[in-house]
């Protein structure tokens, strides 16, 4: 299986931005421990990083036909890019949504996803396990075919 792991704007500062709401887990650190998750689920991870919002529905165009799962937190884009929607509408992929804090229990803006309602699912507030429960989350999904 391959799963393409796309990270929005702002996430390549994780372990410097926000500590007390995203964790003290470096991007780089994180990107090590998911490779190794997916490795030892024999899984072909991808990982992609953009602050720009073109640059995230390209790399979601070129994921037709080349991934079978995406997993995507887009940042604050989630709040608000119906572009990002489309073009996760638009390919068809199963995508799983992350946010690393519990966007519910922060600013009201936060509250409302434009992009989780054409996803498979979305984790929320479970810091970096978010990503790790979403491999794990493709791996019984493909194991268990009435998902
Ligand atoms: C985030 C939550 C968003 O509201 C915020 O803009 C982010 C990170 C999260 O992972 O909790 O950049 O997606």
Known sequence: ??????FGP????LGE???????????ERLLELLKDVAR?????LEVFQSNHEGAIIDAIHE????YDGIIINPGAYAHYSIALRDALKAVGIPTIEVHMSNVYAREEFRHHSVTAPVCWGQITGLGYLGYVLAIEAFVLREKESNV
Do not use: V
Request: glycine share 10%; aromatic share 6%.
């Open 40 to 44: 030892k689920q024999g899984i072909e």
């Open 17 to 27: 931005r926000e500590r007390d709401i995203y964790g003290t887990l470096s991007f």
């Open 63 to 66: 994921a037709r036909g080349k």
């Open 1 to 6: 299986m391959r799963l393409l792991c796309i």
């Open 10 to 13: 702002n996430l390549n500062l």
